[in-house]
């Protein structure tokens, strides 16, 4: 997979939370609050983890994601108490990028607020720039996470039949919520070039498949008496 051109703050900070990639010293929170946790990881698409090495693998993956910038992932960490109580991840194919939240189920309501208002601000701060045109995330129809969809900006889409599978439940396949944000391309300046596009894009477009083979015959007879005059 080629790497994103586009880039990441690694830090991100609030005055409750610090926002940074996981690190190898992570592993046993990250287990012990969310990706070993039945609660949390209920609803997900991967197996909860039942050993830590699968969290050591898991933050491997997020080292290389940052290096090669195809997978983001960081976690939120409580600067009162020092607990990680969530993880962002987002995986940008700019002009789009595929965000994924998990909030630990031992966090508490304060700590999950806290979460989802970082991530209010991340989603802000993401469509604010140049190359993000679309936002857009999974959730399972009946889970708890797409209750908070709408009050972060997004607007539902889709209703996906079977879309992914539910291991955590014994499920082979769930149906998913599709949820976007969007804002619309910008407009390309008024030049003279611009303006001769919008003209013959326009014409084009009124043309039919007879149309444009006489209009390509009375360009070339047009094209063949000017070599002949010149």
């Known amino acids: 997979m080629s790497p994103s051109p586009f880039r990441f703050p690694a830090l991100i900070e609030s005055a409750d939370l610090l926002m940074r990639p996981?690190?190898?010293?992570?592993?046993?929170?990250?287990?012990?609050?969310?990706?070993?946790?039945?609660?949390?990881?209920?609803?997900?698409?991967?197996?909860?983890h039942t050993q830590l090495d699968e969290t050591l693998a898991f933050i491997d993956d997020s080292v290389q994601g940052w290096r090669d910038g195809t997978l983001i992932r960081w976690v939120l960490e409580d600067r009162a108490s020092g607990q990680l109580t969530g993880?962002?991840?987002?995986?940008?194919h700019p002009?789009?990028?595929?965000?994924?939240?998990?909030?630990?189920?031992?966090g508490g309501a304060r700590r999950r607020r806290a979460g989802l208002h970082a991530l209010r601000k991340l989603l802000a701060w993401m469509l604010a720039q140049p190359p993000i045109l679309r936002i857009y995330a999974y959730c399972a129809v009946d889970g708890d996470a797409h209750s908070s969809m709408e009050k972060l900006g997004f607007t539902l889409e889709?209703?996906?039949t079977n879309y992914e599978c539910?291991?955590?439940?014994?499920?082979?396949a769930g149906d998913s919520y599709l949820y976007a944000m969007t804002r619309p391309l910008q407009a390309p300046d008024?030049?003279?070039?611009?303006r001769w596009l919008n003209e013959y894009?326009?014409?084009?477009?009124?043309?039919?498949?007879?149309?444009?083979?006489?209009?390509?015959?009375?360009?070339?007879?047009?094209e063949a008496s000017h070599i002949v005059a010149s």
Request: hydrophobic fraction near 45%.
């Open 22 to 48: 996981p690190e190898p010293r992570d592993a046993e929170a990250l287990f012990e609050a969310m990706l070993g946790d039945a609660a949390t990881t209920r609803d997900l698409s991967f197996k909860r």
């Open 158 to 160: 889709a209703k996906l």
């Open 87 to 92: 993880m962002i991840e987002l995986r940008p």
């Open 190 to 194: 008024d030049t003279p070039a611009t």
């Open 95 to 106: 002009p789009r990028v595929e965000v994924g939240v998990m909030i630990s189920r031992r």
């Open 166 to 172: 539910r291991p955590n439940r014994g499920l082979l």
């Open 201 to 222: 894009a326009s014409l084009d477009a009124h043309l039919d498949a007879g149309d444009v083979h006489d209009a390509a015959n009375v360009r070339a007879a047009a």
